[in-house]
């Protein structure tokens, strides 16, 4: 059998092989893009940091903005994780910027949900606010 040193690999294969990589490596990211809620002067913006079958916990960033008012929410108490049975689990911790001010930014945990579900839901009800803000993502 003979072998092809890289001198023979072509420039043109490497650039095939590198869009056929990237545009996979970009694929399985797109399923679990940033989502944004603008709501009564308040952003929030949502992005799974670590939802793996492999993590104990699961960790979402997460970034609030306004420009009137205080940000005094108590993300650790008022979000939850909805899997597609519609079972709730409550958050473990925040760690991030404390309450107050007009940006914050920080990471949300939670416990992994066993089974990994095909589907995932964040639920954050901010005080004041009728419906809770809802961010969905599939798995799978």
Excluded: C
Aim: charged share 20%.
């Amino acid at each position: 059998m003979r072998s092809r040193s890289l001198k023979s690999f072509s420039p043109f294969g490497a650039l095939v092989l590198g869009a056929a990589l990237l545009y996979a490596l970009n694929g399985a990211a797109a399923e679990l893009e940033q989502q944004s809620s603008q709501a009564n002067s308040v952003g929030i913006s949502v992005k799974p940091v670590d939802v793996s079958a492999t993590a104990k916990t699961w960790q979402f960033q997460a970034t609030l903005t306004t420009h009137s008012g205080a940000l005094d929410d108590d993300l650790a108490r008022t979000a939850t994780l909805v899997d597609a049975e519609g079972k709730q689990q409550a958050a473990l911790g925040w760690d991030g910027d404390p309450p107050g001010g007009h940006h914050r930014k920080g990471v949300l945990k939670f416990k992994a949900l066993s089974p990994r579900p095909d589907a995932l839901e964040m639920r954050i009800l901010r005080i004041g606010e009728t419906a809770a803000r809802t961010f969905r993502w599939k798995l799978k």
